[in-house]
């Protein structure tokens, strides 16, 4: 599986997005479906090294010490635990699909008029730039904002869910 997603981290989502809107059409679904598609080939790797870090640790040892099953391992131990960093991986991701999703209507792969879409309003502002500066100003505050609240969120997840930050 991690081979199968390392071949998908290879191609870039911009390649893989106009391959999509070529077949699909220019939508809002042929932008889920890229996004669907490579938005969860980091967490299945921030899983896997989760799972093979805590995998490690004495008390899996221990439960497997005492006859546990695999799954229940997996599920009552060690997936618990493995939590913490796929909370903070997920918020920031969030803002990186918000991000992608700007990009993609920018070039023109994403939504279309009269479907509003955070790029698309930069887009069709940036013929205007010199008149009207509010029309690219405004959209690309707020995707800034938006994307920075997600990130900021997920920074404090990360540093309220860090036992290791906790001793100090």
Known sequence: IMRFIDIFLAIPYIILSIAVAT?????????IIVLGFTGWLGVA????ASFLQLKKLEYVEAAQALG???GRIMFRHILP??????????TIAIGS???????????GVGPQD???????????GKGDLANAPHLVFFPGIAI???VLAFV???DGLRDALDPKLKER
Do not use: C, D, H, Y
Request: proline share 6%; no cysteine.
């Open 81 to 90: 635990n493995a939590l913490q960093p796929i909370i903070v991986f997920g």
């Open 152 to 154: 900021l969120v997920g």
């Open 68 to 70: 546990f099953g695999k």
């Open 23 to 31: 077949v699909f059409g220019r939508s809002e679904n042929s932008i």
């Open 97 to 107: 699909a918000i991000l992608a999703e700007a990009a993609l209507s920018f070039l």
């Open 114 to 124: 009269p479907t509003p879409a955070w790029g698309l309003m930069v887009s069709q």
């Open 144 to 146: 800034t904002l938006t």
């Open 45 to 48: 790797r921030i899983v896997r």
